[in-house]
């Protein structure tokens, strides 16, 4: 990902303490859903760039990341104080393999983030590949505080085209709140509360899984799968979970 285009900032949103999305006027490649770009600013005489999935979907035309401001991270917190107009550098060209292009159809699709790995899956959900593959979509959503749940307007546009065929379950670890699970996304799965409150049970047989988010997390929950039979999704060897996990 050598090839570099100069972009401006659009628009910058402030979720939370930390918490930011930023759209870019740039001309980027064309993308899957699920692939991620770099983002950089030539800091010290040197080009830092790092990676971020796209939050928009395929054909779009402004370029979206969902990002957290790290304090000592050599690159987000210049980033977050940039403003509309703003310039950087973005690679013209997405990458990873972390989409529905050789995943296999099911019952149901399961997606599982935490934090700023939401992003990913809305690129995924404005998209007709996972309605057409799937029965129903469960999107599980694993945060700190009730102040990192975002992107409401959003949900809630998806909620209106495809109805109860989608299923959003917010899950807070530090604190409770109305219509939002309290724990953990792995603990939730091995005390069962999550797929009751889905109303559907995770099976080699009738579900694909979604990881991405957390490393603790990703490794945790493909323990939990591999001992009901899952198996990781390979391109030349299809499985019943797909990880991305490139930070």
Not at 44 to 67: C, H, K, M, T, W
Not at 217 to 240: V, Y
């Amino acid at each position: 990902m050598s090839d570099w285009v100069k972009g401006r900032v659009a628009a910058k949103q402030q979720w939370a303490e930390g918490l930011y999305s930023m759209r870019f006027e740039a001309t980027l490649e064309p993308f899957s859903a699920g692939q991620y770009i770099k983002v950089a600013m030539d800091i010290d005489g040197e080009r830092v760039g790092r990676p971020y999935s796209l939050v928009n979907p395929p054909g779009q035309a402004e370029p979206e990341i969902y990002f957290n401001a790290i304090p000592e991270g050599p690159l987000t917190p210049r980033l977050s104080d940039l403003e509309p107009g703003d310039t950087v550098w973005l690679s013209a060209r997405a990458s990873g393999i972390f989409t529905l292009d050789t995943v296999q159809p099911a019952k149901t699709l399961w997606l599982l983030a935490t934090g700023t790995a939401l992003g990913v899956y809305l690129s995924i959900l404005r998209t007709a590949t996972p309605w057409e593959q799937f029965e129903r979509v469960v999107l599980v959503h694993g945060v700190r505080q009730p102040s990192d749940l975002t992107y409401g307007d959003t949900l809630a546009e998806i909620v209106a085209h495809h109805g109860e065929r989608f299923t959003f379950i917010p899950a807070i670890s530090r604190a409770e709140a109305p219509d939002a699970l309290y724990g953990r996304i792995t603990d939730l799965l091995v005390s069962g509360t999550l797929e009751a409150r889905a109303g559907a049970t995770i099976t080699p047989e009738d579900s694909h899984v979604m990881l991405c988010g957390n490393s603790a997390m990703i490794k945790e929950s493909k323990a939990i799968l591999e001992s009901r039979g899952l198996e990781r999704h390979r391109r030349h060897a299809p499985g019943q979970y797909t990880t991305e996990q490139y930070h």
